[in-house]
């Protein structure tokens, strides 16, 4: 029984003695060759400042610069459609014509009228020249003369309404003429030959667009005009005049519109529901490439950062709350965490807003490799990052326009 009881503790004291011989050859043991290991090998791009524009990419839809709803002005039943529905039309140019007999009619009756206006009146001035000479020698009463005075006036009103109503009549006869308002492009007619029209009806008889210029009416968040404006203020961008800054627009194959638009204006109400302003730019369209209604993509200009600092994207690493990080390699090769704030993209950059500064080194490669407080050997890829990055200017977007 005492035999059984030693054993395992005999069975202990070996393995002690044999850990023991172990950690001990591992403590005598030295590094191979008598070297350490050489630095970490990383790749580092130097920080430099530089002039940015600053943009603002915003979707919106295409609007037509005018349009207008042709309507007949007078009643009556349309003998011909003098336009090709989908074609180019001038202002002034006959659309339909309207049945103009009974204006016809109505502009012989005015006329007919204001003849005999017109003799009514010379008889009334005959006579009242007569009854001048009459009261001279008191062959008639005062209140006879002042009766064929009025009897003149009323007959010189009387060619002054005939007048009028040959006027009206002849306006009339002339809606008979139905013209378009405006130049543009005509959709589809609602009327054929034959049908009866009524003045100033509720059904348009068709519409005309103009297409060139043309409206792109976009919408921004309230959030982004006012950190514009404080960025303004402090000093770090400068605005470009609204009547002077270009619009880039993108179709909605991706591909960009030859030409560039003016931001026009500003709405000065925001929607409670979304939060966001309407903005209203007008785009040239000489070819019509632009249709109503056409999805567009906007690329406003906001200003200049004179002293814009980016830091490639490679670089940046997301901390647990949500925040941006970079590794910076000191005068000593030392590596140390930073926590920046970024706001937008520019090319394959963020714009950096605080945390660093021109002339410091971020690792760009080899982050895997290194922890914070070790030795690195750098390698500068400056010059190779700023060849091979593609100019564009900072934009912001609902996908990168939060600032971190």
């Not at 006329?111 to 009334?124: D, E, G, H, I, M």
Request: charged share 20%; net charge neutral.
């Amino acid at each position: 029984m005492q035999t059984m009881q030693k054993r395992p503790f005999a069975y202990a004291t070996l393995l002690t003695v044999l850990t023991a011989s172990l950690l001990t050859g591992c403590k005598e043991a030295p590094p191979e060759g008598g070297r350490q290991m050489p630095p970490a090998a990383v790749d580092v791009v130097t920080l430099q400042q530089a002039p940015l524009q600053l943009t603002t990419d915003l979707t919106g839809r295409t609007s037509a610069l005018r349009i207008a709803e042709v309507r007949p002005q007078v009643s009556g039943l349309i003998l011909k459609r003098l336009f090709t529905e989908g074609s180019d039309v001038k202002a002034g140019d006959v659309l339909y014509q309207i049945d103009p007999a009974l204006y016809e009619a109505d502009v012989a009756s005015a006329s007919a009228a204001l003849a005999r206006a017109q003799a009514s009146a010379r008889t009334a001035e005959l006579r009242l020249k007569r009854y001048v000479n009459l009261l001279q020698k008191h062959s008639i009463s005062q209140q006879e003369y002042d009766d064929a005075d009025a009897q003149r006036k009323q007959a010189q009103a009387d060619v002054l309404a005939a007048q009028a109503n040959l006027k009206r009549a002849r306006i009339n006869l002339g809606y008979t003429k139905i013209t378009a308002p405006i130049s543009g492009r005509i959709g589809t007619s609602a009327v054929t030959e034959g049908a009866l029209v009524t003045a100033q009806q509720g059904v348009a008889l068709t519409t005309i667009q103009q297409l060139d210029p043309m409206y792109v009416d976009v919408r921004q968040s309230t959030a982004d005009l006012l950190r514009l404006k404080q960025w303004v203020a402090s000093g770090k961008v400068t605005a470009q005049n609204p009547n002077e800054a270009p619009v880039s627009l993108f179709l909605e194959d991706g591909n960009a519109y030859p030409k560039a638009g003016v931001l026009q204006f500003s709405d000065v109400t925001v929607d409670e529901n979304t939060g966001m302003v309407s903005l209203r730019v007008v785009v040239p369209n000489p070819q019509q490439l632009l249709m109503p209604g056409m999805f567009i993509r906007a690329r406003l200009s906001e200003g200049v950062r004179e002293n814009g600092l980016l830091v490639p994207q490679v670089a940046v690493s997301r901390t647990p709350k949500g925040g941006a990080s970079v590794l910076v390699v000191d005068s000593d090769n030392k590596v140390s965490p930073r926590d920046i704030q970024v706001s937008r993209m520019i090319g394959a950059d963020w714009v950096v807003e605080s945390g660093l500064k021109a002339g410091e080194r971020v690792i760009i490669a080899g982050l895997q490799k290194v922890a914070p407080g070790a030795q690195v050997n750098p390698t500068d890829k400056t010059a190779a990052a700023s060849q091979s990055a593609t100019p564009a200017p900072a934009t912001e977007g609902s996908s990168n326009g939060v600032a971190h």
